[in-house]
């Protein structure tokens, strides 16, 4: 039975729940932003019952991985393109320096938030539908608030309208009505914008291997209650010029007409060879070669080794084979575990995943402030001190921050910048039409794997009738090169009503910095599941609590007793008490004598009543008396 206890379930409610809405003094660990590395991170700490505050100067969750609406997506490129003016800064200290100084002991300074942009270059175009005027000829549709005009020859008069109405009346013949057949909608810049509730739009689209280390996680610490996913029903990849299907499986392999009889036994072979054997033993004495080298050298052939490195490992073609069989060897474990395909799409958008954490979070006693100004970071021999936000001074322990938000003169010295171009896509029509609704992954040959994420109205990400179409590939440092051309390529022609590109940069490397009590965490990175940032998440933790378990299991709400101090002390034994129970004790031994020595007097009787009943059906398990620990499991 695990019991929490309401002064640790509900920590610190009533302060934060006045009308005054102070916060406490101190916490042990303060985490700024709300990106799925600092979401972890908190919900980790509060589990173990550790005090967390959780701040985000932004007023929403997930920072660069938050999920949006349509008119939110347009409010947060316009406020990352400047579109809106110069807006004041959510870090920018408006405190003035006295009032600094008063909340400040000796020996004590302020250093304000670093302000390193995170996303650049966005820019989003709506696509105007071309309509068929009666000469076929095709015209762009006019814009919003204007009508079409139709030429007067089509438009009937009244007077016709009423003859026509007075020819057909004069049929005796029952009027039989044909079927009406739906009409699709026509989707423009003000239908989608009436729509825009029902859009869930992703900053950065993540896929779950479904033996990945993201769902893997969700299972054991029981955040999964939070969650709903659906999995990915195709992959495809392109050769030729042409969409195919991606044989993974045994079936697919045999089922495809893509490759040959003796390329599918070839293929057979080498996947059964990376699921049987271990890394380190198809590695042994291979090491010096690439991935490609390594495929040759196993007779696969040109169209063999494309699927493999571009849609199986999808790795770029000039990658190491341990980095090539470690991600082969992922996709293979994770097929059949929860569909035909390897993957899983959030329901609602990945936003929902860092949603969840802080839910963990909250429920565990974490305290979040969302939408607040930071005026700084209070420094004291190498240490942080504490925070000081909408003019309160906090102390904390520990201190975590995104990458951006570091000052610049704390950040380690081995850091590296990445980058990844993004794009996201509003289509009426799918990459490859099928009968029923696809989730489609699409991986692009090119340098670096170019992912194409597809889903629709099922996934809650779009209304129906449409198409999101997610595009990612990371930028290599020092090039201006934007792969993005390539996916917009193979979108149906004129079928894009909405588009939007920009660059998400983050620093990579140690989640240390300078300050020997305050941890960096990366944002999003050019990857396809969540490994990075929950490798980085673990790895601040076990710095912070060393030697602690790293998100045990939640337990359900049906294991949880609330209770306080209060009815603690109240179950401790008095002397008073004691001496009741001492003689209820005295009372109970000498009943269960007499019922002994009634029992021993009865046996025969007992033995008739047996015989009687001895094809009677003897108790099932579950109607027998338990002990309370084998009811409540752990």
Known sequence: MQSV???????????IMSGSLTLPDHFEVVVLGTGITESVVAAAASRLGHSVLHIDTAGYYGGDSASFTLDGLINWADENSGNKGSSENPTENNTDKAALNELLEEGEKVVELGN????????????????????????????????????DSRVPTSDQQQEDEREVNTDDTP???????????????????????????????????ARGSMVELLISSNISRYTEFKSVTRVLTQIGGRLEHVPSSRSDVFATKHITVVEKRILMKFLSYCVNEKVEDI??????????????????????????????????????????????V?????????????????????????????????????VYYLGRKMSGIILKDNKCKGIITEGKRINCDFLVLPDQSV??????????????????????????????????????PSEEPIHIIEVGPGTAACPKGLQIVHASCEEKEGEEKNDLEKVEAILPKESVRFSMKFKQSTRIGSVETKMSNVYRASGPQPELDFDSALQEAENIYGRIFPGEEFLPRAPDPEEIIIGDDNETNSEKPTSENTEAETEADTIMKE??????????KDTSDEKVIADNNENAEAPSEDTKVQPIEEKVKE
Request: aromatic share 8%; proline share 6%; with cysteine.
């Open 5 to 15: 206890r309401s002064n640790n379930f509900h920590l610190h409610k009533s302060k």
């Open 116 to 151: 390193e942009q995170s996303v650049h270059s966005v820019a989003y175009t709506w696509h105007q539908p071309k309509i068929e005027t009666s000469d076929n000829q095709e015209t762009e549709s006019p814009p919003e608030g204007e009508s079409c005009a139709v030429p």
């Open 175 to 209: 009027k039989v009505e044909e079927p009406k057949h739906e009409k699709s909608k026509e989707w423009n810049k003000e239908s989608l914008l009436e729509e825009s509730r029902r859009f869930n739009l992703d900053l950065s689209p993540r896929l779950l291997y």
């Open 283 to 328: 590695l042994q004495d291979k090491e010096h070669k690439s991935f490609r080298e390594f495929l040759a050298g196993e007779n696969l052939t040109e169209n063999l080794i494309h699927f493999v490195i571009h849609s199986i490992a999808m790795v770029p073609p000039t990658a190491g084979i341990r980095h090539g069989v470690m991600q082969t």
């Open 330 to 366: 992922k996709f293979l474990s994770s097929l059949g575990r929860f569909g035909s395909t390897p993957f899983l799409w959030s329901m609602y958008g990945t936003g929902e995943l860092p949603q969840a954490f802080c839910r963990l979070c909250a429920v565990f006693g974490g």
């Open 407 to 444: 000052p610049q003169n704390m950040l380690p010295d081995d850091l590296k910048q990445v980058s990844t171009n993004r794009g996201i896509y509003i289509s009426d029509k799918s990459v490859l039409p099928a009968d029923k609704e696809q989730i489609t992954l699409l991986s692009l």
């Open 591 to 600: 009943e269960s004598k007499a019922e002994n020595d009634a029992d021993t």
